[in-house]
């Protein structure tokens, strides 16, 4: 909530969803309701944070969307049997 608010007693809300894909695998949404945040930042950016997420993505052999210019992504990975 640090930087999704920026610190202003504002009230927000944090999504977390993790579902079945029908391709046998898995879609996890991750995201908040932030008005400030409006702009397409995963080919743009280039933080620790981020990197160690599209890391994380690589090793499931997985992909990662921002919907929109919204705050939430999803990241779509196979099942592992």
Do not use: C
């Not at 610190?7 to 695998?25: A, I, M, P, R, Y």
């Amino acid at each position: 909530m640090k930087h999704g608010f920026n610190g202003n007693n504002e009230k927000g809300h944090l999504l977390f969803d993790l579902s079945e894909t029908d391709d046998n695998g898995y879609k996890l949404r991750i995201g908040d309701d932030n008005p400030k945040f409006h702009e397409q930042f995963l080919d743009t950016t280039d933080t620790l944070g981020l990197e160690l997420v599209t890391m994380f993505v690589e090793q499931l052999d997985g992909e990662i969307l921002q919907l929109g210019n919204s705050a939430i992504f999803e990241i779509h990975f196979k099942s592992i049997d």
